[in-house]
Each structure stands twice: as C-alpha cells, then as structure tokens.
C-alpha cells in the first residue's frame, strides 16, 4: 500500500478528475461552512437587532396576554398557540433561510458546485466493518479528528474564558430593567461572537487550502496509471500502427494502380518518384496521381517501365513536386512552367516515335525556383534522414 502511494507522482488528469466529481469527490471545507454560517447569522442578527427586539416583546406579550375564551375553550387555545407559533416561524425564517444559503456558498465556494447521485446510491459494499474500520483509520479521517478535537478546545477554551470574564457583566443584569438588559446582553453576546469568528475565520484559512491538497493527492496517479489511460483514451498502440499500416499499404497499392494512367514519371534517380497526369479536357493543370520516396519510388519505376509510361530524370524538379504536392491534387503554381517543360518534351519526343515529327533534343533545363527545392530546406532533410534511418 505505501509503494502504490509511493509511486503516484503524477497529478489526476481531466479524465480522473471528472470521474472523481461524477463520484462525489470533490475537495470540501467544513471549516469554511462554519464560518459563513456563523459569520452569516451573527451579521443578520446585528443588522435586524432593533426590529427582532420588538417582534420578540410583541411576541411574547402575545404569549401572555389571555382572555375567558381561551381559557375555557380548547379550541381557542389551540388557534391562539397556532397564531403565536406562526409569528415565531416567520420571525425566524429569514435566519434560518441566511444559515441556508451560508451553508451551501461554504460547501461550493472550495471544491465548485457538483450535481451527482452516486453518493446516496446503495451501496453495501459501506456495510462491512472492516471496510468501515480501515476509512475510520484512513490518514484523511485522522487528520480530521485531530482538526475538529482542536477547533472544538479551541473555541470551547476561548467561550470558558469570555464567558468567566463577563460574570460581573451578567450579575449586573439582573438588577436591570428588561428593556435596559436586553441591549446590554446583546452587545456581550456580539463580542463573543466576533471572537469566535475571528477564530473560525483562521482555521478556515488554513481548512480551503488544505482540502485541495488533500483531495489533489489523494487523486493522484502512478505513471502505469497514466498510461494506462492514455491507451484507453488513444486507443492501443500496436493496433494503430498495425491500422497505419494497412492504410498506408493500401493507398500505396492505390497510387501504383494509377501509375500505368499517367503521362510521365519524374525521377530523382534512386530517391523520389512523382507520376504526372494531364487532360486539357478535363484537367486546369497537371495532376500527380502517384508519388513516393526510396523503396516506393523503385516500385512507381518499375510499374512505369511495365506500363511503358516515360521514366525522366529531373532530380530537383522530382524533389520539389515530392516536397510540396499532394496525390490526386494539382502540382503547384510555381512548378507550371518546369512540369509544362517535361510534359512538351514527352510529347515531342512520342510524336518522334509514331513518325510525326522530329526527335527533340535533350532535356533542357527546367526552371525550378531553388526555394521549392526541400535540399535547402534544413528541417526537411532532418525528417527524411529520420525516415531512412527508421526504414533501415
């Protein structure tokens, strides 16, 4: 158990956390909600002091004011308490519905509002004593006794010893009229509870963010954990490239298909292999319909020779259209005129063959702009001396 603790060295992921909620775990300080409650009703009753005063002698001068009737008749006892305890609810259901909502602020305001049934699901798994035993002994549930034992002396000593300042103050009351004895009662009780705030107000200091280390911890995950879930979420490793695989065999299989349908194949002799297609019918500017590197550009060669398709060497032009085209897509705008170049000289030079015109001369030089060339380009070179490695 303490090497799975050990090992946990990584922080909960998205994935984790979300299901951490949908469970009912979320970071919660109690402290917090006791300050905000008590902070809340004490601020309340300060505010509503002069207006509670008289609802409070009203009532009870209700209370004790009685006739014949109620007296002598059940039933007018009965409406009369009805009346008196209706006053006495709606007198404090403002307080009541304050602590309500400081309750609830104190809950969401450290871990966030969290809307979920799981926690009061049956489960009777909770049922065994053992299970029971061992979270009652958890590290957590221990460091929250000790917390609530301390914050229970602390506000009880600091209660003992306001109270025993203030016994005087209390024995001088009795000799006070009621109207006199009130105010000076509530202006002891409000100092009292100011100090016990001030105190909850420290303890909540220390609670909040002790809530979120606890509950970031106790979430934290093994890296067999992580990548566990990385595969679950990326699906498994093996699986993919297996799948990359076949898709890349098969898009292979598909180019060489198209390789026997073209007008002519680009070559750098032993590296690049670019199969070219034009239709002024049906095409605005010539098509690749294959192209590959190494291995695949000998198997482009060889299905073009099979077919008879013209095989030119044009190292740069060759390397530029590999570079920066894409199959079944129109080479670039920059590369017209060098591809418009070999695609005439094919031409010529069939024409030459079937007896209609004169053999063409060499290939000239083709006008390939030298930034399209992906030997000057530093980053390009890297990825394929990576690739030739990997392939080796």
């Known amino acids: 158990m303490a090497s799975d603790s050990q090992d946990k060295t990584l922080p909960a992921s998205p994935r984790k956390l979300a299901k951490a909620r949908e469970d009912g775990q979320v970071a919660r300080s109690r402290d917090l909600g006791h300050l905000l409650v008590v902070a809340g009703g004490g601020a309340l009753l300060v505010a509503l002091a002069p207006q509670a005063l008289g609802w409070m002698r009203d009532l009870l001068a209700s209370g004790l004011r009685f006739n014949a009737d109620v007296l002598t008749s059940t039933k007018s006892m ?13 007198s404090v259901l403002p307080l009541g519905a304050v602590i309500a909502l400081a309750a609830v602020l104190g809950s969401v305001a450290v871990g966030g509002w969290n809307w979920t049934w799981k926690p009061i699901m049956p489960n009777f798994g909770k049922l065994n004593p053992l299970t029971g035993v061992m979270r009652l002994l958890s590290k957590q549930q221990v460091i929250e006794a000790f917390k609530a034992s301390g914050l229970a002396l602390v506000l009880g000593g600091i209660a003992t010893l306001y109270l ?72 498994n490793g093996e699986i993919k490239a297996k799948l990359k695989s076949r898709m890349r065999a098969m898009a292979n299989k598909r180019m060489l298909s198209a390789v026997p349908t073209a007008d002519l194949v680009v070559m750098n002799p032993t590296h690049y292999a670019v199969a070219l297609k034009y ?98 380009d530093p980053k390009f070179m890297a990825q394929r001396m990576s690739q030739m490695s990997a392939a080796e």
């Open 279 to 376: 239709d002024e019918n049906s095409m605005g500017a010539p098509r690749v319909v294959a192209k590959g590197a190494d291995l695949m550009a000998m198997r482009i060669r060889d299905a073009a020779n099979g077919a008879e398709v013209p095989v030119l060497q044009a190292p740069v032009l060759a390397r530029a259209l590999y570079a920066h085209s894409e199959v079944d897509r129109e080479v670039p705008a920059a590369l017209f005129a060098a591809v418009a170049q070999v695609l005439a000289y094919v031409y010529q030079l069939r024409a030459a063959l079937a007896g209609q015109g004169k053999a063409p001369a060499a290939l000239p030089a083709l006008n390939v702009p030298s930034e399209l060339d992906p030997h000057n």
């Open 164 to 235: 025993k300042s203030h016994v005087d103050d209390f024995n001088s009351m009795l000799g006070m009229a009621v109207p006199t004895a009130l105010p000076h009662m509530g202006n002891i009780i409000l100092n009292g509870l100011l100090l016990l705030i001030l105190v909850l107000a420290v303890f909540a200091a220390v609670d909040a963010p002790l809530q979120r280390f606890m509950m970031a911890k106790q979430l934290r995950m093994s890296p067999a954990e992580a990548k566990q879930e990385h595969k679950e979420n990326e699906g």
């Open 78 to 90: 009965g409406e009369h308490l009805s009346a008196l305890s209706l006053r006495w609810m709606l």
